[in-house]
């Protein structure tokens, strides 16, 4: 943070003034006229407390303005996505107009003879609906039809509206599982914007840079023109449909004996979920109350992602009271699904009394893949002829998803990090990412659906019950069959965003030997690209024992993050003692990994 000296001339003032003449929303400009007010205070002298409090309110408001005109907000694959507030680097009305005049632009100078068509969505977010209506705004006063969801509802319905409604582009205003002070603007391609894979799909290079110089071409708002009607607001028509698409996918013949508890993070999933499993035969569904209905502030999460430590307890604890067989969490977009069960070998005899202790753990991001793989892959030869299709994961992901495509006679993918990526996948059947994003109608939704994943686990679930099984049995069933694969995680946060290209440059050139006592015998720069793939920063070793390690900086958070994957042979009769014991040494495998990954960080 850079600090200035309280009672010199302010040097963004005439920056601020600028924004707050062009800014749409009172109470944003209200909000920089305040702290401009507070940044122009002369700062009194002396020491005693009352002016060394003004100038600590000084020097606080002078550094607040300096990060919002720091730049603006960055518009990449990711669209944008920020904290809320005033200026050009913060979340607001005036940069989501500008970004949505940017996207018009693209739009028609495209499809110079034709009019464009947008669907757009938004999530119960603060400023969600605001931030919609003005695109929606902007996009009728371009000349292009604008068509707006009825109502906040899940990201994976506006991947499947767009391409439902054969529209050129979509725009989803969401922060998924970010914190409830952030916001953000995600753009999809289709109809004529895109190839047949590429429809309905996030934006990649270089639709998001040629948006961008766009967006970076918009003076101000005031250029911007706005319609202050003319917009379509859809009917339930499309959130009909889509709740059909995704029923359709389960086996109406199937078991459906499951009692389920379901979360959905404060978020806009619930009632969508609770509907489509309710209309698939599930009706033993137990939605945790705390948790069910939309609250921008999120307040019984500290952060609104289930994969945080904490966040699904609640559901935990309802699934321990109503003695449940599986827990179904959505992030507040539902675009994302996590799954939980009573697992035995987790259950501790000291202790709390807690649910944690009595077994319930939150499934592994790449066990729910492995789960989901197989079972799409399994119906898939159900249907009768061989099956055709790609399975595909991510890079960071497991490579155990390789395995069960083989043995189906499928072919396998990996892609760079991102549904944008996995989407594109020509012949998808199913494709997911570690961090609990999974596709499994991609005929449908190109894109990670939280709430058709969570349906198909628990079919699979049923399925399992009825025959006296588990899913922590269908894993076992796995890794009888293919070796078991265990991952994990590792994290550094940095508060100094320089160290982490330090970091980055350290591992390159002092890669570690061993890890976890195996020799080194790859390093991979895949900034250099691998694979076929695009070049991406990051660093994958392999180990002579068939660990795994890929490190790279997070595209969302300050963070390295470390991927972490050991491999252990198991026979294909082994009971569960074997297993147990396997899964014991691949736990402290993966903990001698996170030392050696730590120190060869440089984090102590």
Same mark, same amino acid.
């Given at each position: 943070?850079?600090?200035?000296?309280?009672?010199?001339?302010?040097?963004?003032?005439?920056?601020?003034?600028?924004?707050?003449?062009?800014?749409?929303?009172?109470?944003?400009?209200?909000?920089?006229?305040?702290?401009?007010?507070? &940044?122009? +205070?002369?700062?009194?002298?002396?020491?005693?407390?009352?002016?060394?409090?003004?100038?600590?309110?000084?020097?606080?408001?002078?550094?607040?303005?300096?990060?919002?005109?720091?730049?603006?907000?960055?518009?990449?694959?990711?669209?944008?996505?920020?904290?809320?507030?005033?200026?050009?680097?913060?979340? @607001?009305?005036?940069?989501?107009?500008?970004?949505?005049?940017?996207?018009?632009?693209?739009?028609?100078?495209?499809?110079?003879?034709?009019?464009?068509?947008?669907?757009?969505?938004?999530?119960?977010?603060?400023?969600?609906?605001?931030?919609?209506?003005?695109? &929606?705004?902007?996009?009728?006063?371009?000349?292009?039809?604008?068509?707006?969801?009825?109502?906040?509802?899940?990201? $994976?319905? *506006?991947?499947?509206?767009?391409?439902?409604?054969?529209?050129?582009?979509?725009?989803? #205003?969401?922060?998924? %599982?970010?914190?409830?002070?952030? @916001?953000?603007? =995600?753009?999809?391609?289709?109809?004529?914007?895109?190839?047949?894979?590429?429809?309905?799909? +996030?934006?990649?290079?270089?639709?998001?840079?040629?948006?961008?110089?766009?967006?970076?071409?918009?003076?101000?708002?005031?250029?911007?023109?706005?319609?202050?009607?003319?917009?379509?607001?859809?009917?339930?028509?499309?959130?009909?449909?889509?709740?059909?698409?995704?029923?359709?996918?389960?086996?109406?013949?199937?078991?459906?004996? /499951?009692?389920? #508890?379901?979360?959905?993070? %404060?978020?806009?999933?619930?009632?969508?979920?609770?509907?489509?499993?309710?209309?698939?035969?599930?009706?033993?569904?137990?939605?945790?109350?705390?948790?069910?209905?939309?609250?921008?502030?999120? $307040?019984?999460?500290?952060?609104?992602?289930?994969?945080? !430590?904490?966040?699904?307890?609640?559901?935990?604890?309802?699934?321990?009271?109503?003695?449940?067989?599986?827990?179904?969490? @959505?992030?507040?977009?539902?675009?994302?699904?996590?799954?939980?069960? =009573?697992? !035995?070998?987790?259950?501790?005899?000291?202790?709390?009394?807690?649910?944690?202790?009595?077994?319930?753990?939150?499934?592994?991001?790449?066990?729910?893949?492995?789960?989901?793989?197989?079972?799409?892959?399994?119906?898939?030869?159900?249907?009768?002829? +061989?099956?055709?299709?790609? *399975?595909? @994961?991510?890079?960071?992901?497991?490579?155990?998803?390789?395995?069960?495509?083989?043995? %189906?006679?499928?072919?396998?993918?990996?892609?760079?990090?991102?549904?944008?990526?996995?989407?594109?996948?020509?012949?998808?059947?199913?494709?997911?990412?570690?961090?609990?994003?999974?596709?499994?109608?991609?005929?449908?939704?190109?894109?990670?659906?939280?709430?058709?994943?969570?349906?198909?686990?628990?079919?699979?679930?049923?399925?399992?019950?009825?025959?006296?099984?588990?899913?922590?049995?269908?894993?076992?069933?796995?890794?009888?069959?293919?070796? /078991?694969?265990?991952?994990? +995680?590792?994290?550094?946060?940095?508060?100094?965003?320089?160290?982490?290209?330090?970091?980055?440059?350290?591992?390159?050139?002092?890669? !570690?030997?061993?890890? &976890?006592?195996?020799?080194?015998?790859?390093?991979?720069?895949?900034?250099?690209?691998?694979?076929?793939?695009?070049?991406?920063?990051?660093?994958?070793? /392999?180990? &002579?024992?068939?660990?795994?390690?890929?490190?790279? $900086?997070?595209?969302?958070?300050? =963070?390295? =993050?470390?991927?972490?994957?050991?491999?252990?042979?198991?026979?294909?009769?082994?009971?569960?003692?074997?297993?147990? %014991?396997?899964?014991?040494?691949?736990?402290?495998?993966?903990?001698?990994?996170?030392?050696?990954?730590?120190?060869?960080?440089?984090?102590?």
């Amino acid at each position: 943070m850079t600090t200035h000296t309280a009672g010199t001339a302010f040097h963004l003032a005439d920056d601020v003034r600028t924004w707050i003449a062009d800014d749409p929303d009172p109470t944003t400009a209200a909000e920089l006229e305040h702290l401009l007010a507070e &940044a122009l +205070q002369v700062a009194p002298e002396g020491p005693s407390p009352a002016a060394q409090t003004v100038r600590a309110r000084i020097a606080t408001a002078r550094d607040d303005l300096a990060d919002r005109f720091s730049g603006p907000l960055l518009f990449g694959t990711a669209g944008l996505r920020g904290v809320l507030g005033g200026g050009p680097h913060r979340m @607001n009305r005036a940069v989501v107009i500008r970004a949505a005049a940017g996207l018009a632009a693209h739009l028609t100078g495209t499809l110079s003879e034709a009019v464009p068509r947008v669907v757009i969505g938004y999530d119960a977010r603060h400023n969600s609906q605001a931030f919609a209506r003005d695109t &929606a705004a902007v996009m009728v006063g371009a000349g292009i039809e604008a068509l707006l969801l009825p109502s906040a509802l899940p990201t $994976p319905l *506006l991947a499947y509206a767009v391409r439902h409604l054969d529209a050129d582009a979509g725009v989803m #205003v969401t922060a998924s %599982h970010n914190p409830p002070r952030d @916001n953000g603007y =995600k753009v999809y391609l289709g109809g004529r914007m895109a190839t047949d894979e590429g429809r309905g799909v +996030q934006i990649v290079p270089p639709a998001d840079a040629e948006i961008a110089a766009r967006i970076a071409a918009v003076r101000s708002v005031a250029d911007v023109p706005r319609a202050d009607s003319g917009w379509t607001v859809l009917g339930p028509e499309v959130l009909d449909a889509y709740v059909a698409a995704v029923v359709s996918l389960a086996d109406p013949t199937g078991p459906r004996t /499951l009692k389920i #508890v379901h979360t959905s993070m %404060h978020g806009v999933g619930g009632v969508v979920a609770d509907r489509v499993l309710r209309a698939a035969g599930f009706t033993d569904v137990y939605p945790v109350p705390e948790q069910a209905d939309p609250d921008p502030d999120f $307040p019984t999460v500290a952060f609104p992602n289930p994969e945080e !430590p904490g966040a699904i307890d609640l559901a935990l604890g309802l699934a321990q009271d109503t003695s449940a067989d599986l827990v179904i969490a @959505n992030d507040p977009d539902a675009d994302r699904c996590a799954i939980a069960v =009573k697992d !035995p070998r987790a259950r501790i005899f000291r202790g709390p009394d807690t649910a944690g202790a009595d077994g319930w753990r939150m499934l592994h991001g790449d066990e729910v893949g492995a789960l989901l793989g197989a079972y799409v892959a399994d119906r898939a030869h159900r249907s009768g002829a +061989q099956p055709t299709g790609v *399975l595909a @994961n991510s890079i960071v992901s497991s490579r155990l998803l390789a395995r069960i495509a083989a043995s %189906h006679g499928l072919t396998h993918a990996s892609t760079l990090t991102g549904f944008k990526w996995i989407a594109r996948v020509d012949g998808l059947l199913f494709g997911y990412e570690e961090a609990i994003g999974y596709c499994v109608d991609p005929t449908q939704v190109r894109d990670k659906d939280g709430l058709s994943a969570g349906l198909l686990m628990a079919e699979l679930a049923a399925g399992l019950k009825s025959a006296g099984r588990t899913l922590i049995d269908a894993l076992d069933d796995l890794a009888r069959e293919h070796g /078991l694969y265990l991952t994990d +995680q590792l994290a550094a946060r940095f508060t100094d965003l320089d160290q982490i290209p330090a970091t980055m440059a350290r591992l390159r050139s002092a890669p !570690p030997a061993t890890l &976890a006592g195996s020799a080194v015998t790859e390093v991979v720069d895949l900034a250099d690209g691998a694979d076929g793939l695009p070049p991406t920063d990051g660093l994958r070793l /392999l180990a &002579a024992d068939g660990t795994r390690v890929v490190v790279r $900086p997070s595209g969302t958070e300050p =963070k390295v =993050k470390c991927y972490l994957e050991v491999i252990i042979p198991v026979a294909t009769d082994a009971d569960d003692a074997a297993l147990t %014991h396997a899964r014991t040494v691949a736990r402290e495998r993966l903990d001698a990994l996170k030392v050696d990954l730590r120190a060869a960080l440089g984090l102590g």
